[in-house]
């Protein structure tokens, strides 16, 4: 292979289509952010819509901003600006409440479209929370339930006509290993069993097509790829087909049909809103759409493209100038396989990571090997990807991470 | 009685220990914020919390903000800074999620400590929310459990040794009526039941005793009397006996023993933690926190002198000057029983409320008859009292709302 020189990498910044959308963003100087994959860096625009959704609408609307400044519907129109990022419909989607919540929403509400069926199939090595959210949603429900853990490459043998939910990540949290939505939705409807896809690590980083992949229900987190904010708040999708036949647990008066008749008794509202629980967090929620607004009015092919570009990139470059220093690349090296970033792993792993950020290169380091770096298009460049690379190999050299201060014991990473 | 004038108003005005606390606090000019109760306004420096969090801590420090900004301990801490409030210890209490998704927790950790029986008590007149949240959860539990609604009167008759639980909410939202705490949670002990309570219309409003009554759980909102912003999250109590011994079913990574260890199953943390659920929104989470500092730094026994002074007076003022125009006071009269609003019903209550924010006074209307207004210490001044009721008088005696645009068919209130 022809070698790749910082110049070339300076070539393809010249010819990137979607190097306006950099200009969106505020980042520290001296900072290549590799962490967008986690807490995506600010927009811009974030400060002026805080102030004006704090000073402007809280402070001198006030209550009245409900109404006039469209908070009561804000979880709605957020959602209608999303879904087209995730092959959604407007009317399918809404922005509210914790990743974890809205994952017991759609697993209860899966399992309610499926009552003869007692197991759902996870990936048990899936960023945990989705797995302890439907655990304790199993034990909760009292009636021989069944969560069943299966890897990857077990995932077929596991999906049979005894499942009533399958419940998956689309790409993996450390690995960023794609899972491929329409062959397993696919087999998922075939033994008559629900699809639920979560798209935390996918949502704004590649275009996902739930309606072309007859998705029943996913979520996914708008704090990572959409740049909404930290812990901004997660989506919620329902296939208009199954909106008003089943109903989600988490019944609060924002998904009742008449919110404000307060009625005594629960009744459910028959579209999404029935996928909301009660009042939200406004200030959050309304910084959020800033995000997604960007993600939204870019090409999703083009984020992907590049996205898909700088990965193959950065593992060009480790390969080209890192061989020597024992990094795996545990990622695929198929971008068709790949999500968004690049996972190394380093017995060293934890004090190189220490290195590179005190070295202007944020990545991060998940127990107990793994150096994880999101490769994300609106805001990198693929002199970034040189630049962080340089960095990588600098430390090693030098052997910089070995110094004292970079291997001090971290409490939370 | 003697007749109260607006000097006598200014008067208390004058004498007011917490007045003080008026200057943490913008509102638009004439205005007379009587909403409160339903959505606190400003503090002054909730948007320099706002741009700290947003510019600062997002924008430059990106995601090592959530050890070196405390945003991962953020629920706690903002947790133990509201715990005196309310009668609650340090590690007893954390702020996070939406009111309606911890009650799902309080009651279901109720229901677990008192596993052989299956009946919860509530108010049926309730804000709803809790009710239809309380509904959805029995309905997912599946197992013979029983929601009984009563009536304040009917309560202690209701309250008997087949109930599990008994949750109430303290301060009614439309009356304003305040239960007994200490009287209700004897009773429900007395039973073998475990007692919860709602605190959304009393936390903040007035000197709240939990553990003084021993009460096992409760909840929460923070958007009201405590001025944390639209939507802000709200609180959950475990009493410090309980924690340990039995977990709440919204099981995600927050609530984890070790959520950094990833680990593939859930091992509830023994603490409040188990409380949480998974990451939150940090903007709304610490705008927040400039809201509960200034209750937390103000005499509680003060706030409710001031806030039952306040309500006496607009009860006597509307009894001095608008006794002839069929208003009828549905809150209690005696302030020991009331929480920090006061209700008024009347056939046109709706225009009347119109006409009255039209002017100035935003107080607000619940159907089909009521008119809140919210007596809130922190911001209201006894003249404030004088001219909200100076200004009802004027739009009753001239009629001003029967004015077309005042009777406009309202969407939402």
């Known amino acids: 292979m022809t070698l790749i020189t910082k110049e070339y990498c300076q070539e393809l910044d010249n010819n990137d289509v979607i190097a306006h959308t950099q200009q969106e963003f505020t980042l520290p100087k001296d900072t290549i952010y590799m962490c967008g994959n986690s807490l995506g860096p600010m927009p811009k625009n974030a400060m002026a819509k805080a102030q004006e959704v704090v000073e402007q609408e809280w402070g001198k609307s006030l209550i009245t901003s409900w109404n006039v400044h469209g908070w009561f519907n804000l979880c709605q129109s957020l959602g209608d600006r999303l879904a087209p990022t995730i092959g959604a419909d407007a009317g399918e989607v809404v ?59 077990e995932l077929y043998d596991v999906i049979d006509e005894s499942v009533a939910v399958v419940c998956l990540t689309q790409v993996h949290y450390k690995s960023g290993r794609l899972l491929d939505m329409k062959a397993i939705t696919e087999r998922t409807h075939a033994v008559g069993a629900i699809s639920i896809w979560d798209l935390c690590h996918s949502g704004g980083a590649l275009p996902v097509d739930l309606n072309g992949c007859n998705v029943d229900l996913a979520i996914g987190c708008t704090y990572k790829y959409y740049n909404g904010g930290p812990g901004s708040p997660a989506f919620v999708f329902m296939a208009k087909r199954h909106q008003g036949k089943v109903q989600q647990p988490l019944t609060g008066w924002w998904g009742h049909a008449a919110p404000f008749a307060f009625e005594r008794d629960y009744r459910p509202s028959e579209n999404i809103d029935q996928m909301l629980t009660g009042t939200q967090g406004i200030i959050s929620l309304a910084v959020t759409g800033v995000g997604i607004d960007i993600t939204a009015s870019t090409d999703m092919n083009e984020i992907r493209k590049k996205s898909q570009a700088m990965g193959d990139l950065f593992i060009q470059l480790v390969d080209q100038e890192c061989s020597e220093f024992g990094f795996e690349v545990i990622s695929p090296r198929d971008a068709a396989r790949r999500g968004s970033q690049v996972a190394l792993t380093h017995f060293e792993g934890y004090a190189i990571m220490q290195a590179m950020i005190a070295h202007g290169v944020m990545g991060d380091f998940r127990a107990p090997d793994t150096l994880r770096f999101g490769l994300t298009p609106l805001f990198l460049t693929y002199l970034d990807v040189w630049n962080a690379v340089a960095q990588l190999k600098d430390i090693m050299v030098k052997q910089t991470y070995k110094e004292a201060e970079y291997n001090k014991k971290h409490a939370v990473t």
Chains 1, 2 share one sequence.
């Open 95 to 153: 922005v509210t409440d914790a990743t974890g919540l809205n994952v017991t929403k759609v697993v209860a509400a899966g399992l309610r479209l499926n009552p003869t069926r007692k197991k759902v199939v996870m990936e048990g090595s899936n960023f945990p929370t989705d797995n302890y959210v439907v655990q304790g949603l199993l034990e909760l429900m009292n009636d021989d339930y069944e969560l069943v853990f299966a890897e990857e490459d």
